[in-house]
């Protein structure tokens, strides 16, 4: 069964760190280009980054450069997401998801989320003093 699997949520304060994680199980995910979506309540979910299949070319939201890091390790077979300097609006479900195609026509590269191929349940991070 192809499954993604989100972990590394929980509760921070303003201004710290989280690293999620995404493990891959039933397929490999160097054939795959990656992505990290979110949603908060009430909104709909979000684009935060993505990586292409090698992890050279990355794309990343702009409320989010500089502060997040998106990374993969393929012989682990896991994506990670560094969250540095976390905001009260970084606030919301974070979902792992692929896309077989490249990066050059991958729905990622633009933020489609009706094109990604598979998706996780997500893991909740919340940002609050």
């Known amino acids: 069964q192809l499954q993604l699997v989100e972990s590394g949520g929980g509760l921070v304060q303003p201004g710290g760190s989280l690293r999620l994680s995404c493990a891959a199980s039933g397929f490999t995910l160097d054939r795959y280009t990656i992505g990290w979506f979110r949603q908060a309540p009430g909104k709909e979910r979000e684009g935060v980054s993505c990586v292409s299949r090698s992890g050279i070319t990355i794309k990343y939201a702009d409320s989010v450069k500089g502060r997040f890091t998106i990374s993969r390790d393929n012989a682990k077979n896991t994506v990670y997401l560094q969250m540095n300097s976390l905001k009260p609006e970084d606030t919301g479900v974070y979902y792992c998801?692929?896309?077989?195609?490249?990066?050059?026509?991958?729905?990622?590269?633009?933020?489609?989320?009706?094109?990604?191929?598979?998706w996780g349940k997500g893991t909740l991070v919340t940002v609050s003093s």
């Open positions: 998801t692929a896309d077989r195609k490249d990066w050059g026509i991958s729905s990622c590269r633009t933020f489609q989320r009706d094109g990604m191929d598979y």
